[in-house]
């Protein structure tokens, strides 16, 4: 039976060599160097990897194993990749794509990848809204008691969703020129709930995260407990690690 590795991340050589980690199936991570490049890598046990919390997890404990052991610069591969032998990998990945590979490398030495998502609560930023905003509220008003025809419920309703759109704009706004100056690069991505207002991925240089964090929470204090942040200071640069954003 030919040997089948489950693949993790590629790294500049030398690279991690002994992270004493177990991998998926507990298997132990290993490196193997190949061109210049170091993957790391474990023996696959299945044919195919379901896309599970522990097993993304798994995948992911791995990364930060490597990282915490000051191998910064990584290009984290997609989780469930298999492949059938070291000479898959140079014929699909290394030959066709080395000198991709080392642009990555330099974009991403000494950086990393920090991410945040913003949420509120519709409902209490509606009513918020109503509270501040005297015209509208003074609209929304005369109509109450009336029997509405559709344009006008449609025309109320659209009042109220773009005035609801420019009060999201104007928070996500300032996380945005807060973060930006302290950012190498941004990816914003789109929102996961209807709750989320921001969802963004930023490249930072790896000494500047605890100024990017009191950054995020300058602009956090200003809206009091109308927000939730979720930020994430330590993860492999998914974002900033695609081929397809090279020039």
Partial sequence: MADRYYLYGIFP??????????????????????????????????????????????????????????????????????????????QDLVTPHAEDLRQLFERLKDSREVSIKVLWEPTTELELMMAENDALRAQRDQLE?????MDQVIKIGQVIEAALEDRKQTIVAQFREALGPLAKEAIENEPMT???????????????EPEFSQAIEAVDSQFGDRLRIRYNNFTAPYNFAQLNQLN
């Fill in 194 to 208: 209807d709750s989320m207002i921001f969802n963004a991925a930023y490249l930072i240089p790896w000494h500047h």
């Fill in 145 to 149: 008691g009336t029997q509405l025809s």
């Fill in 13 to 90: 050589a030398p690279g991690p060599i002994d992270l004493a980690i177990d991998g998926l199936d507990k298997q132990p991570v290993q490196a193997h160097r190949l061109d210049g490049f170091t993957f790391l890598y474990s023996e696959a046990c299945q044919n195919r990897y379901l896309a599970s919390r522990k097993n993304l997890l798994g995948h992911e404990r791995v990364l930060e194993a490597a990282m915490e052991q000051g191998f910064r610069t990584l290009l984290p591969l997609q989780f469930g990749l298999i492949v059938e032998g070291w000479s898959q990998v140079q």
